[in-house]
């Protein structure tokens, strides 16, 4: 009787999903300069930092960035190296990004227990908080070590113990700083010009490196103080007044921000130091001269990496923040610098990671610049900000792809412009091949943040343009080709018809009335979408305001003023519906629009696919491969794109998930906790559900995670039947399994 019950069950779920559309996670050729580009899809990197970790368990160090990107906390990116001895190369692997907790601000890897796995420290509220590395060679998971780093600011006396400070626009120093084994941590005072020295005792008082143990043993490292972008050097009382130290409080919070590396930088056994800061163009370098017990600087220099020879290779200058980070990059076991900057706004973007290769053969390093732009590369790279749309531009019948962008860095300005890849592929297998980046010479009109929408406001045959900018007005180009012709744009009109949204407009143009002639929306910073009305006729448009509020539609979240709204409405089996970027990257989906305009939409999803790219993304969901299905194209602030493809569930099969001896759990049967762990390598999205012998879901989940736990105490005791499913490679697989609880 139970199984007649499942199968009805199975049944039911199938049906309902027949009518939904899935998307996954895919790739296109694309071409810059006759170069196939090694990870097109990316997403852009624009202000990031560096650290390396073993994620495929291939004996090689893989690169993970964490770009700061705008206010919504970061967005890690993963690389894996496929390069070899000498040899930097690197290939984006998104599959690795969902395994690695949510991080918020920064992130810096270093293996702090010395198990050769590389754990993270991350910034939390108040300092900074460790996750251990708890990967198998099948698998790679993380586990909370500590929720909040403390330390003892009174180490010769009755313990003081307080937060070790850092705040989230700065980076802390972490290194075996006294040699022993295990990492310490430098980082700036409250008072925010000297740097304080937070030992380590787990090898003291364990013998081993898995503590985190701290003792603030020196408040003023190096005897020096930097302040507005100068070190002054021999500032400091010798020996140390412990008495002046700050009285421990959680809430410490450290100044404006600041970022340290750690690098013995002369082979001497000591640690030096590079630092940057908020208020900074250039990094500065401090040499140690005493030793690893009693740290002194004895000199320092803006010429880095030109140390001591001052003037070898190009200086680390930027617009404002450099960071930089010590990683062996093209494996030859010597330790090479990146350097980005640490800012979310206002710096290099398209060239902002800096490679320099050690090229010395001594235990002293020699850095020389090797490119500006490592990685951005191999990726669609457009400065900040992306917004993709399909047009055909050279009218040969495929779709070609235009990208809007806020701009790319330029002597202290971003300039906007619209760039043009070419569809070089077939209508069914595109690809694309990079024309020029700044597409009919569109950045001479000087529009700030130019975010394109195509389609025949004239009835001529060809499709127009229209920009939205940020000053919230849109601007009209007629395309003067006619029908079979390349697009050729003329008379502009700025302001069209006074068009005026909030600050920073996206347009899309779109019959919203089904009457024949294309209406105009415009998402904006402010998170609404407004709505103007084509009361003219297919010929001659004359829009007018019939909304700034469309549908009550608000992707503004929780603590946010701006929400950055690109709106994406479509026509899916006859039924309109709305895809809106947002602020936070999340995707949001509403429909009830039919016969509704003006009223208020439904809210279906707010983090629709479960997707989210980074932020400020804007969605293009139209079908790329003319397979009848909608494709997904997400641009977001870091200037990348990513793609995905899509797939009707009711059209592909049904396999086995995985094989069973990759599926444990355990314990069964279970009274307290159940814990399913899946042993696969694969990136996709799991929905867990567990249906008693009636046929009724008392459980369900949806996750990344590989490893799920669930409170059976909560349950009835008897059996229940574990559904595990999830879509790879264009098929719906299932596994299922029995579960007793007791």
């Known amino acids: 009787m139970r199984k007649i019950i499942l199968t009805v069950y199975l049944v039911i779920i199938f049906s309902g999903l027949k009518a939904q559309i899935a998307v996954y996670r895919d790739t296109l050729p694309v071409y810059e300069s006759g170069i196939r580009l090694l990870s097109p899809w990316a997403g852009g990197l624009n202000y990031s930092s560096f650290s390396q970790i073993d994620l495929d368990f291939d004996g090689k160090n893989d690169i993970v960035a964490f770009d700061k990107v705008c206010t919504s906390g970061g967005k890690l990116r993963a690389f894996l190296n496929i390069g070899s001895t000498g040899i930097a190369k690197y290939k984006h692997s998104p599959e690795y990004q969902d395994k690695i907790p949510d991080l918020k601000e920064w992130a810096l890897f270093f293996d702090y227990d010395l198990d050769g796995k590389s754990d993270i420290f991350t910034y939390t509220t108040g300092g900074i908080k460790v996750f251990k590395n708890t990967s198998t060679t099948s698998t790679v998971s993380f586990s909370l070590a500590s929720s909040l780093l403390v330390s003892d600011y009174n180490p010769s006396g009755t313990p003081n113990i307080s937060n070790i400070p850092c705040n989230p626009v700065g980076l802390p120093g972490i290194g075996d700083v006294d040699g022993d084994g295990d990492l310490d941590i430098l980082t700036y005072s409250v008072f925010g010009i000297k740097i304080e020295y937070h030992k380590n005792m787990s090898m003291e008082l364990y013998g081993n490196a898995d503590n985190l143990v701290f003792k603030m043993v020196d408040d003023c490292w190096g005897d020096m103080q930097e302040n507005s972008c100068v070190v002054y050097l021999s500032q400091c009382p010798y020996p140390k007044l412990y008495n002046n130290l700050i009285n421990g409080e959680s809430s410490k919070i450290a100044h404006s921000g600041s970022c340290i590396m750690c690098i013995d930088n002369d082979g001497d056994g000591d640690k030096d130091l590079v630092l940057g800061d908020v208020s900074c163009t250039t ?10 017990s009693n740290a002194h600087i004895g000199d320092t220099t803006k010429l880095y990496p030109n140390y001591p020879n001052k ?9 404002s ?10 494996n030859d076991g010597k330790k090479d610098l990146l350097a980005s900057p640490n800012i979310v706004a206002g710096a290099e973007n398209y060239q902002s990671v800096w490679y320099y290769k050690n090229t010395s053969s001594t235990p002293t390093v020699n850095f020389v610049i090797q490119k500006k732009n490592f990685l951005q590369e191999d990726m669609i790279e457009l400065g900040e900000g992306a917004y993709p749309v399909l047009f055909d531009a050279d009218a040969d019948g495929k779709k070609d792809l235009i990208v809007g962008n806020l701009g790319y860095y330029s002597v202290n300005t971003n300039i906007s412009r619209l760039a043009y890849y070419r569809n070089i592929g077939t209508n069914t297998a595109p690809s694309f091949s990079l024309i020029t980046k700044d597409y009919q010479g569109l950045s001479s009109y000087n529009l700030y943040s130019m975010a394109p ?23 009209y180009f007629q395309n003067l080709a006619g029908i079979g012709n390349p697009a050729v744009f003329g008379n502009y009109q700025s302001n069209y018809q006074n068009i005026l949204g909030s600050n920073f407009v996206y347009p899309q143009l779109f019959d919203v009335d089904k009457n024949g002639t294309l209406d105009l929306l415009l998402g904006s910073q402010n998170g609404r979408i407004s709505y103007w009305k084509n009361i003219g006729n297919v010929a001659l448009p004359t829009f007018t305001s019939q909304s700034t509020f469309l549908g009550n539609v608000d992707v503004k979240s929780y603590g946010y003023s701006t929400g950055y709204s690109v709106p994406f409405m479509f026509t899916d089996a006859g039924v309109t519906k709305l895809i809106v970027g947002s602020e936070i990257g999340n995707l949001y989906l509403y429909d009830n629009i039919d016969g509704n305009i003006l009223g208020t939409y439904n809210r279906v999803d707010t983090t629709l696919f479960k997707i989210n790219e980074g932020t400020r993304s804007a969605p293009c969901f139209e079908d790329i491969t003319n397979d009848g299905k909608r494709d997904l194209l997400i641009g977001n602030q870091a200037g990348g794109l990513a793609f995905f493809n899509s797939a009707n569930i009711h059209s592909v099969g049904i396999n086995q998930l995985y094989d069973n001896s990759n599926v444990s759990i355990y314990p069964n049967p279970c009274n307290e906790l159940l814990n399913v762990s899946i042993n696969e390598n694969t990136y996709e999205e799991h929905t867990l559900k567990l249906i008693d012998v009636l046929g009724k879901e008392v459980y369900q989940t949806t996750t990344y995670n590989k490893t799920i736990e669930i409170n059976c105490s909560n349950l009835s005791k008897g059996i229940y039947v574990m559904m595990l499913s999830s879509k790879r490679d264009n098929y719906l697989q299932l596994i299922t399994k029995k579960i007793i609880i007791n």
């Open 283 to 292: 990094v500065e370098y401090v040499d140690n001269v005493g030793s690893t």
């Open 311 to 319: 003037g070898n290779t190009t200086v680390i200058k930027m617009n």
């Open 321 to 330: 923040f450099p960071c930089t980070y010590n990683l062996d990059v093209d």
């Open 453 to 475: 929408t195509f389609g025949d406001l004239d009835n001529d045959g060809d499709e127009d343009l229209i920009i939205g900018s940020t000053n919230g007005r849109v601007h």
